[in-house]
Nanobody, 115 residues
């Protein structure tokens, strides 16, 4: 079992930055691919970014060049540095992680971009 806990969300003005963190804990040998989805009110959940255990990354087109995903395997933690935030980035950001063929989800952290 893997528990994922996100942190770092909040209210930020357009153009601002936030850094999200997601720490995995529980009884597992290793965590594989990790990443972030987001879900805005009234919209479907969309993939934001993923990172493999060997640091191969992938980004959704609208965040490329503004967001950076990274991870610390020793701490089983994944980060999402978000720069140049736009109002359309407002959403609940959910962390996910694969471990032993099972996909786990965090409860999410709210990011609100507004002046």
């Amino acid at each position: 079992q893997v528990q994922l806990v996100e942190s770092g969300g909040g209210l930020v003005e357009p153009g601002g930055s936030l850094r999200l963190s997601c720490a995995a804990s529980g009884s597992f040998r290793s965590v594989g691919s990790m990443g972030w989805y987001r879900q805005a009110p009234g919209k479907q959940r969309e993939l934001v970014a993923t990172i493999s255990r060997t640091d191969t990354t992938d980004y959704e087109d609208s965040v490329m060049g503004r967001f950076t995903i990274s991870r610390d395997n020793a701490e089983n933690t994944v980060y999402l540095q978000m720069n140049g935030l736009k109002p359309e980035d407002t959403a609940v950001y959910l962390c996910h992680a694969w471990s032993n063929g099972v996909l786990y989800w965090g409860k999410g952290t709210l990011v609100t971009v507004s002046s």
